[in-house]
């Protein structure tokens, strides 16, 4: 895959190019801020631009160089990297897009496995999430969603963990070793419970209707 | 007005060097670990299949290298949020208390101004907040923001009144006042006027 790289940490960034590479990707671009980035995909193309968030242009760099790069490049594939994993950003991140688009803690994408399976993900038009961050969510949702939270199954919770990461029916049944029939199964009964429109035709409006019903302060959003 | 004189004055400067050393945290340590914890990833992906003995041995021992600086590194994002949450400077009151509630489960509405207020006026708001959240357990409180003049209100509706001396213990250094009203059903209303920097 070819991959772009913006991050004002000197040793990340290149902790990032030497693990990129050790995956067996070429990095086509280097840079310590969003606007070089921007300039250099202007002529050099790129299957997913790696970002950080709290880089130049400050204080949120990597979301105004989200934002351009997808105004430039619809198909290129944004993953932000960051020391947080906070909701508030999350929200942002989809604001920007809801496909082709990832948020991981910096951390956790330290293996050549885990990494590559994020790059792949997004440049097959996922969201993915980090897990951290989709956990939290579930765990606690706002206000009086945990009560209707609380009423789902110990499976159905599990299957709702993975769809707030961003997983696809089929990603989610490989990781729970059921099969995709099971995992619709799940998924309607987890919309019927928390009262949500059963629309789940398109997989980034899914994740999206789960999110903010996670996040939201009222039940009936 | 006095914004608290003298004394007001040092207790701004001890919240802008709060910011500061959160900063020096996420720039320094936090940045150095999570370097670190990529190059773990390049040691690992050079050890051979099977070509060398112990292989599996050594990508256990590299995994679990790889999980103790991912718990460092929460370690260290819980102590610099307890020293200036990263959010309150990036994005200011409301975000930051929204996080925080998201974060602990907490019962709790927040209603905030987007208008920012300074370092000092927006740490001691948000921690007279939390502390007051943590105390209402499972009950749910209002948060209200908001700017009148060039003092931040605070207002913490259905907390315990006797919460009162530690919003005041954030609000009283940097010349700030705090009043306590409410329905009279054993829950207060906590309103706190921060001086804006």
């Known amino acids: 895959m070819r991959v772009a790289v913006a991050e004002d940490g000197a040793l990340f960034r290149q902790g990032l190019v030497l693990l990129l590479e050790a995956a067996g990707h070429e990095v086509v671009a280097v840079e310590a801020g969003g606007d070089p980035l921007v300039a250099v995909l202007s002529t050099v193309p790129a299957d997913v631009a790696l970002l950080d968030i709290r880089m130049p242009p400050e204080p949120d760099g990597g979301l105004v160089t989200a934002e351009r790069l997808r105004a430039a490049h619809p198909d290129m594939g944004l993953l932000f990297l960051s020391h947080y994993a906070e909701s508030h950003y999350l929200m942002r991140i989809l604001e920007i897009g809801t496909d082709r688009i990832g948020y991981r803690l910096k951390e956790k994408v330290g293996s050549v496995e885990v990494l590559s399976d994020t790059l792949a993900r997004i440049a097959d038009g996922e969201i993915v999430i980090e897990p951290e961050l989709a956990k939290r969510l579930v765990e606690r949702p706002r206000g009086d969603k945990k009560d209707l939270v609380s009423t789902l199954s110990q499976r159905e919770r599990d299957v709702l963990e993975l769809m707030a990461e961003g997983r696809s029916n089929n990603g989610i049944a490989s990781t729970l070793y059921v099969s995709a029939k099971a995992v619709e199964k799940h998924v309607a009964n987890i919309f019927d419970k928390l009262g949500l429109q059963p629309d789940t035709s398109a997989h980034h409006r899914r994740v999206l209707a789960v999110l903010t019903y996670l996040r939201s302060q009222r039940s009936d959003v | ?197």
């Open chain 2, 1 to 197: 007005m006095t914004l608290g004189g003298e004394h007001g004055r040092r207790a701004q400067e001890v919240w802008r060097r709060r910011r500061r050393l959160e900063r020096r945290l996420h720039d320094g340590p936090a940045l150095r670990l999570s370097a670190l914890s990529l190059r773990l990833g390049v040691l690992r992906a050079e050890i051979p299949d099977q070509a060398l003995d112990g292989a599996d041995a050594w990508r256990r021992g590299l995994d679990e290298c790889a999980d103790e600086l991912a718990a460092a590194l929460q370690e260290l994002r819980e102590v610099a949020g307890a020293i200036y949450p990263s959010l309150l400077e990036e994005a200011g009151l409301g975000p930051a208390l929204r996080e925080l509630v998201a974060a602990t489960g907490a019962r709790a509405r927040v209603e905030a101004v987007d208008t920012r207020c300074g370092a000092a006026a927006e740490g001691a708001a948000y921690f007279a907040a939390a502390a007051c959240l943590e105390a209402a357990g499972d009950d749910p409180v209002d948060v209200g923001v908001r700017v009148e003049g060039d003092h931040l209100v605070l207002v913490l509706a259905g907390v315990d009144p006797g919460l009162r001396a530690t919003v005041c213990d954030e609000a009283e250094p940097l010349g700030g006042s705090v009043e306590v009203g409410g329905p009279g059903d054993g829950t207060a209303t906590i309103t706190a006027r921060f001086p804006c920097a």
